[in-house]
């Protein structure tokens, strides 16, 4: 009789990639936004891609605050290392981390969009590896203070 424990392993979890929401402003400028980053950033470009893909879209008017948009404050841990961060989601050109303003064409920026509070998502590292980031908390973006 062979040995089969060797040969037998347990299934891998497939990533959690919980359900999104965006607004139809933000669903265009993401989806423009991926299409400049293709050559810069491939792996980002298409990782937004796909996100923009699944979400549903929705009136600016019925996105609830407590979703992750353009111009959202959003508090998520890490799951690798516990850590829980502030940062607000902004357009490439308003990025500066030691501002807490990171790019939605940032690893971090692109897996946050379109999450509520209270959501995970299991989103790549530069090195391959998937981490967890959990939306803590989400503060709507103030309109007065874009544009």
Do not use: C, Y
């Amino acid at each position: 009789m062979a040995d089969t424990t060797l040969t037998e392993s347990k299934p891998t979890p497939a990533p959690l990639r919980p359900s999104l929401l965006m607004s139809e402003d933000d669903h265009a400028q993401l989806v423009a936004l991926a299409g400049v980053a293709t050559r810069r950033n491939p792996l980002v470009a298409r990782l937004l891609l796909e996100e923009t893909d699944r979400a549903e879209v929705v009136d600016a008017a019925a996105l609830p605050g407590a979703v992750v948009a353009l111009g959202s404050r959003v508090e998520f841990r890490d799951a690798a290392t516990g850590e829980a961060r502030t940062v607000e989601l902004v357009l490439p050109g308003e990025a500066d981390i030691a501002a807490g303003r990171v790019s939605v064409l940032s690893l971090v920026g692109a897996g946050l969009f379109g999450l509520s509070e209270g959501q995970a998502i299991d989103w790549p590292t530069q090195d391959g590896r998937l981490r967890r980031l959990e939306v803590l908390r989400v503060w709507p973006p103030v309109e007065a203070g874009r544009g």
